[in-house]
């Protein structure tokens, strides 16, 4: 995927809105409208900044269609994908599906699958490589509970998971990667800027040390819990912050809208 220029290492900021279980496919299509109208009323520029949206899998298709007839210049992913291609697994969805539905992304690893479903780092990994398989930007995402901070400290669980997910991805993939603590997910209360940065230089290391130099360069690394307009341009002034994995604000047009124009309104 070709990335324009705009932090150092040529990458484009990256704003993706996950929206989690919420929003049928009717509602997404009135919620991209708005969104798509709100951002071009505002003369936004999306080669700038790239805004990426992430609905619910029986949204997709609705989503996909809008955006191609109305050429829209969003981005769209999925919430999640199965490590296989096809076959007797009730209720997953392939990456060769999403492939053809058009998809540009698809998030792996979120806090909740780990938590809720009891995903591995292993398990994390073998997506990452489905989603890569069929042409898909894996949003690879890592952090650390309350509990792992105070006993290994900032960075430590987020690099391991990291490490562990890219074990058998090849040198230079295309992927970006997410950093959510999940003492901050929902809770109001975001890392600072300053423990945002520490995490992303380290996992960027990672990218680097896994992937090559060039790699670690160009992936973008983004950081996501408790995000609003308020603070977001905060994070995108730290050099390996790359942009935001947005949750509750991003099935919200107008706070949504505003993160995306964090240049705009408040400046960098």
Not at 59 to 85: E, M, N, P, W, Y
Request: proline fraction near 3%; aromatic fraction near 6%.
């Amino acid at each position: 995927m070709a990335v324009t220029q705009g932090k150092s290492g040529g990458r484009t900021p990256l704003i993706a809105g996950n929206w989690k279980m919420n929003l049928d496919h009717l509602q997404a299509i009135a919620f991209v409208q708005k969104l798509a109208w709100s951002l071009k009323d505002a003369r936004f520029d999306f080669d700038d900044v790239e805004v990426a949206v992430f609905p619910p899998f029986t949204d997709l298709r609705s989503v996909q269609t809008l955006i191609s007839a109305d050429k829209l210049l969003l981005k769209f992913g999925a919430q999640d994908v199965s490590a296989h291609d096809s076959g007797a697994y009730t209720g997953e969805v392939s990456g060769a599906f999403l492939s053809a539905l058009d998809c540009n992304y698809v998030i792996v690893g979120h806090s909740e699958r780990r938590t809720l479903h009891l995903e591995t780092d292993e398990q994390v990994g073998a997506k990452a490589l489905a989603a890569i398989k069929h042409g898909l930007v894996p949003v690879i995402c890592v952090g650390e509970t309350a509990d792992d901070l105070a006993e290994h400290g900032p960075s430590a669980v987020p690099v391991a998971q990291l490490t562990a997910a890219l074990e058998n991805v090849a040198e230079g993939a295309d992927i970006v990667v997410a950093y959510e603590p999940v003492w901050a997910i929902g809770s109001g209360q975001a890392a600072t800027p300053e423990q945002a940065e520490q995490v992303a230089a380290a996992l960027r290391d990672v990218v680097r040390s896994r992937l090559g130099d060039e790699a670690g360069a160009k992936t973008r690394v983004l950081y996501g819990g408790s995000v609003k307009a308020a603070n977001i341009a905060s994070f995108m002034r730290q050099p390996n912050v790359d942009g935001a994995l947005v949750g509750g604000a991003s099935i919200q047009v107008e706070e949504f809208a505003s993160i995306c124009r964090y240049k705009a309104h408040v400046g960098t």
